[in-house]
């Protein structure tokens, strides 16, 4: 069974290359959001399996969204994602309750299965 993810990005053009890339390798993109207030609606909504969230959102960071979406313990894993290197955003990534981070230029389902279970 594949992978429901919900995308969060203020581009749509990185939400069109993201759906393409994560459907072409199995996943089931179930929807897109663009800015943390819709990806918190959109994930208590659609419940998806996988968030791939933008560290940099227009509303807020991607930092408070993990945290607010991975507070319970029992909401969707998170990966955040940015065009930035992760080392630009410090321990942050860590403290947020994402699973880790995977560069925009080297998303993939690989990269995001490496921090699956």
């Known amino acids: 069974m594949p992978l429901t993810v919900l995308i969060v990005d203020d581009h749509p053009s ?3 290359l993201a759906r393409t890339v994560l ?32 560290a940099q959102l ?7 969204v993990a945290a607010e979406l991975t507070r319970n313990g029992d909401g969707p894993a ?15 990534v860590a403290e947020s309750g994402a699973l880790g981070f995977v560069p925009k230029a080297e998303l993939s389902a690989a990269a995001l299965a490496a921090f699956l279970p």
């Open 14 to 16: 990185f939400r069109a």
């Open 23 to 54: 459907q072409a390798e199995g996943f089931d993109v179930v929807g897109e959001a663009v800015d943390g207030a819709s990806a918190i609606a959109e994930a208590e909504r659609l419940r998806p399996e996988l968030v791939l969230l933008d």
């Open 58 to 64: 227009p509303d807020t960071d991607g930092f408070a």
């Open 78 to 92: 998170v990966v955040l994602t940015s065009s930035r290197d992760a080392a630009d955003f410090g321990p942050l």
